[in-house]
């Protein structure tokens, strides 16, 4: 990873450490130092009354997404989900009561002060069926085929290195497993610098990818039936978009490959190398 990329997720997690901070002394979480365009694009307000409702406080406090995943995503009773960038657990306490007792909803970030703050949420929520992991979404400590349902919201945008994300949810998922995302998409005709202009990495619009872009990374990590549809406009030519896509039933090439690369990690792992890269070249956090 680059200089440039080591210090932009940095400034991110800054930035969503102290949004965590906030929520816990009892005010609420916002993208960034100004609200971006009007409230209701980000949020708690994306959410139905019925289901903040039922949520602890500062979970609901600590939304700062651009969708609502969980209503998007089809989740199943029995459903392994996991949540890229779990914040304060919103979308993980959803997840978790749509697939039961019976399945589970997995949460991955890299901030120490919101997976505290999500634990919490968790237990005032009572929920059982919750786990959540500390790293980054570009190398999620999970084995590969095992999740049936990848969600996240207003996360994959911020990523510095989006083409990992995009291998890393079709490694965890299994052959016929689904993604039901909310992001921050750009439209075609706006240039890297145009896109620059309408957010930082404080904010929750930075380094969104173009709906060409998009379909072109999910396209090249091995997915299909890749549907990415707008919500509405988080600023001029930038949009709340759905992302939905599917892992091929017949992926089986790629899913030896992902346990390949799992059965390095545990090995090295066994061995005592604390600093050694996973086969991909990447090194976590």
Known sequence: MSEQSTDLRETVRRRYAAAAVKVTEGGAACCGPEPVEAD?????????????DTLPAEAVAASLGCGNPTAVAELREGDHVLDLGSGGGIDVLL?????????KAYGVDMTDEMLALALANAEKAGATNVEFLKGTIESVPLPA????????NCVINLSVDKPAVFAETFRVLKPGGRIGVSDVVADDTLTPEQRAERGDYV???????????????????GFTDIEITPAHSVADGMHSAIVRATKPVTADASSRAAEAADACRSSASRTGAANALPSDGRKGL
């Open 145 to 152: 085929n095992t999740i049936d349902v990848v969600i996240s």
């Open 203 to 221: 904010g929750c619009i930075a380094g969104a990818l173009s709906f060409a872009e998009y379909r072109a990374g999910l396209e090249a990590a």
């Open 40 to 52: 209701e694009n980000f949020g708690s307000a994306l959410y139905a009354a019925d289901e903040r």
């Open 95 to 103: 997840s978790a009561r749509r697939v039961g007792p019976t399945g």
